[in-house]
C-alpha cells in the first residue's frame, strides 16, 4: 500500500540526508535541517509516534541515503516451509533481520536462522531480491529491498531465541497468520515454487 504522505516525507528526509553529506555551505547546510526537519513533522502529523523516536528511527543517519537490507532464510522440509512467531506482533515469518555490516548476505541469512529458530543451516543459492514497495506489506518509513536464500538444515533444532516464541514448519494451505512486515501471503507461495523446481531462475524487482 503506497501512502502519498510517507512517500514525500521519505523522499524529503532522503534528499536532506544527502545533502547534509555532501555540502560545504554553512547556509544550505541549514536548509537541509529544515528540510530533514519537515520530513520529521509530516511523519508526526500521521502516526502516534513522537518526533524524538521518529528522529531515532527515520531521520537520524548520516551519509549518502541507500535502502536498507532485510535479509531471509527459507529452509524446505518436504513440503513444508520453517517460519518464527515473532515476539515483536506475534504472528510468522521466515526467520530473518536486518543486513549486518561485515557480513555476507549468506553469512546474515545463516545466523538470522540460527539464532531465531536454533536450526544450523547451510546457504544454498539467492532465490528472490525485491523491493518492498511493490508488494503488500504495511506501509513503512524506510526503503526496503529484502532477499531471500534458500537454506538447507545441517544440524541444530527447533529452540526459540531472543525475538522469537516458537518455531515451526507449515505447509502452503496451513500457513498461520503472517507477520505481513516481514513477509506477505503472495511471497511465500512464490517461494514454495522454489522448492518444487529448483531451476527456476531469481526472483527480482
Request: glycine share 8%.
Amino acid at each position: 500500500m503506497s501512502l502519498k504522505w510517507l512517500d514525500w516525507a521519505k523522499e524529503m528526509q532522503a534528499i536532506a540526508q544527502a545533502g547534509l553529506a555532501y555540502t560545504k555551505d554553512v547556509y544550505d547546510e541549514e536548509r537541509f535541517e529544515q528540510l530533514r526537519n519537515l520530513s520529521i513533522a509530516i511523519m508526526q502529523e500521521y502516526t502516534d509516534a513522537g518526533s524524538d523516536k521518529i528522529r531515532e528511527l527515520f531521520a537520524d543517519e548520516r551519509g549518502y541515503p541507500t535502502p536498507k537490507v532485510d535479509i531471509r532464510g527459507v529452509i524446505f522440509q518436504e513440503d513444508s516451509v520453517l517460519l518464527v512467531k515473532e515476539k515483536a506482533d506475534g504472528a510468522w515469518a521466515l526467520p530473518g533481520g536486518w543486513a549486518d555490516i561485515g557480513l555476507s548476505p549468506a553469512e546474515v541469512a545463516v545466523k538470522e536462522v540460527r539464532e531465531e529458530s536454533g536450526y544450523e543451516v547451510q546457504a544454498v543459492r539467492l532465490l528472490a531480491v525485491l523491493d518492498k514497495k511493490f508488494h503488500a506489506h504495511p506501509p513503512s518509513p524506510h526503503h526496503v529491498y529484502k532477499m531471500f536464500i534458500h537454506c538447507s538444515i545441517v544440524g541444530g533444532g527447533a529452540k526459540t531465541g531472543v525475538e522469537t516464541s516458537e518455531v515451526g514448519f507449515f505447509k502452503m494451505d496451513e500457513l498461520p497468520p503472517l507477520s505481513e512486515e516481514r513477509n506477505t501471503k503472495a511471497q511465500i507461495a512464490r517461494l514454495f515454487e522454489y522448492g518444487k523446481n529448483p531451476e527456476l531462475p531469481v526472483w527480482f524487482d
